[in-house]
């Protein structure tokens, strides 16, 4: 019986991709291989990380505490002053009030004493300053619970500019975050690697 010999070679079934850290992280070293050779991947899954992943996941943190504080800042504004200093300005404005009465009564009466000439013009002249003053601190009590009951709709915008500003910064963490992790583009098989932790990807790139 006769047998027929011929050279020949074993090629996988599909195309080979030959996987490299991704644009931007040129001089990175690979500092963990989370496959092996022979382990079967799929799509999008993470089959590196560089040695730049834990430096740039402490920037999303730090980003996502920005963007929760300025959040937190935005609730305060919109909540407006807190109602134990809304109480206490309405307290004050109220005795204001009440004092002015009392000083506008007073000087009414100092008035018609003056026209009849019974007391001096310097006892008139306290009482219409006692009253003047009191007219002022009324206004500015008034003014100022006025301020602490509004939600300026200026601040409000200024606020949510920060978040946005915050959110932003934060999604930009994150895409620079999975800059450092090389991810599969499509299910397969590990064939060959590369680069082991600790070295850099060269021309062959990190894995096949």
Known sequence: ?????????????????????????????????????????????TVARLDTFARKQALVVEAEAHAAAARGKLAQILAGAKQGDIEAAREEVALFAEQLTVATKELDRAKTLLERKTIAVEEYDNKKWARDRLVIEHRRAAQLLASVSEVRQTDVHLQELEVSAADAAVQSARETLKATEVRSPSAGRVLRIHTRPGEKTGDLGLME
């Open 1 to 45: 019986k006769s047998r027929v010999h011929a050279l020949g070679r074993l090629e996988p079934l599909g195309k080979v991709i030959r996987l490299a850290q991704p644009s931007g992280n040129e001089g990175a070293r690979v500092e963990e291989l989370l496959v092996e050779e022979g382990d079967d991947v799929t799509a999008g899954q």
